[in-house]
T-cell receptor, first 117, second 110 residues
Framework: NAGVTQTPKFRILKIGQSMTLQCTQD?????MYWYRQDPGMGLKLIYY???????DKGEVPNGYNVSRSTTEDFPLRLELAAPSQTSVYFC????????????????FGNGTRLTVT | KNEVEQSPQNLTAQEGEFITINCSYS?????LHWLQQHPGGGIVSLFM???GKKKHGRLIATINIQEKHSSLHITASHPRDSAVYIC????????????FGQGTILTVHP
């Protein structure tokens, strides 16, 4: 199994450009998440989804949009890139196992390093 | 005060030493995660625990729910253990919406 696959690995954007970060998982996981990691800071949740068709905001959603049309895919859209969005972005997924879902490990993609200049 | 605080922020050890990384949190939780971020950037889940202790190879994680404290121990450390170790706790009652610590940078010298 490939696990969680993110593309691209690196990207440089100019201010105001838009792009979509792709994330796909082949583990049939219900939960999917987008995090950003700024230097010296902890990971912060941007958006998450508990299943196809259901998404919700995390801590830092401004400037981003998501969709979840299938179980496998959870793309993150940046509409008007700003320097503050320079970061490393991680997609993750986990299985829903009912009441013991907290026992389900998170599976992370390898990250996308985005620079906005 | 951050909801999740780790100590130390940086840790340097010699190969073979016993390592302890601490995580304190200020909110009530159902489970705590320990993650490892490799120098190349990839993140893997090491443990999730809601009580007591878990062991995997040379790694041991403990948690004291009453004291809101968890520790990650590495026995017989090795240079390949060099990585950033991150603890995370759920925000509220929503599993997966995690608050992360800033990470502990561990360097193990041969």
């Amino acid at each position: 199994n490939a696990g969680v696959t993110q593309t691209p690995k690196f990207r440089i954007l100019k201010i105001g450009q838009s792009m979509t970060l792709q994330c796909t998982q082949d583990m049939n996981h219900n939960y999917m998440y987008w995090y950003r990691q700024d230097p010296g800071m902890g990971l912060k949740l941007i958006y998450y989804s508990v299943g196809a068709g259901i998404t919700d905001k995390g801590e830092v959603p401004n400037g981003y949009n998501v969709s979840r049309s299938t179980t496998e895919d959870f793309p993150l859209r940046l509409e008007l890139a700003a320097p503050s969005q320079t970061s490393v972005y991680f997609c993750a997924s986990s299985a829903w196992t009912g009441a013991s879902s907290y026992n389900s490990p998170l599976h992370f993609g390898n990250g996308t390093r985005l620079t906005v200049t | 005060k951050n909801e999740v605080e780790q100590s130390p922020q940086n840790l340097t050890a010699q190969e073979g030493e016993f390592i302890t990384i601490n995580c304190s949190y200020s909110v009530g939780i159902s489970a705590l995660h320990w993650l490892q971020q490799h120098p190349g950037g990839g993140i893997v889940s090491l443990f999730m625990l809601s009580s007591g202790k878990k062991k995997h190879g040379r790694l041991i994680a403990t948690i004291n729910i009453q004291e809101k404290h968890s520790s990650l121990h590495i026995t017989a450390s090795h240079p390949r253990d060099s990585a950033v170790y991150i603890c995370a706790v759920p925000r509220g009652t929503s599993y997966g919406k995690l608050t992360f610590g800033q990470g502990t940078i561990l360097t193990v010298h041969p």
